[in-house]
């Protein structure tokens, strides 16, 4: 039985949403990045293929994200996370999710890895709360928003 679903999302057009209850820290899904996009590899939206359901992964490497993780929006409040293993990337619940509710994945973290291109930035979890630096925005943002 799988853990998630594609639905409409009242955040953006689709969404994935929890089939089942699911723990915190529980691995709810495994990423397929296999199709990388590369300039001899470009995407072809007669397929569907999109630059907005692209992920900028370490070393500048794009890849096209599959379903369902290409449709997990964004929030200020997110209740997952992507953690890389090994050079594969899992998804993990940060808090108890129940059956119905959207997965969203943090917004800051996605604008910052948008907005920066090749600069640096810096992400640490302290006590629960992200303390965020880049070389683009070198202010210090020490927030307890998003939480673990």
Do not use: W
Not at 11 to 37: C, M, N, Y
Not at 84 to 94: D, E, K, P
Not at 95 to 119: H, Q, Y
């Amino acid at each position: 039985m799988s853990k998630v679903y594609v639905g409409f999302s009242q955040i953006h057009g689709k969404g994935v949403f929890a089939a089942i209850d699911i723990e915190e820290g529980t691995q709810i899904l495994k990423l397929d990045d296999s199709r990388v996009v590369t300039d001899d590899n470009p995407l072809q939206a007669e397929k569907g293929e999109y630059e907005h359901h692209c992920d900028y992964i370490e070393n500048g490497k794009v890849v096209l994200m599959q379903e369902p993780e290409r449709y997990i929006n964004r929030s200020c409040d997110p209740n997952v996370y992507v953690k890389a293993i090994s050079g594969t990337r899992y998804v993990y619940a940060m808090r108890n999710i129940k059956a119905g509710e959207e997965l969203t994945l943090i917004t800051v973290l996605m604008a910052m890895a948008t907005a920066s291109g090749n600069a640096t930035v810096v992400v640490q979890i302290v006590e629960k709360r992200f303390i965020l630096t880049s070389s683009i925005f070198p202010r210090r943002s020490n927030s307890n928003i998003y939480r673990f």
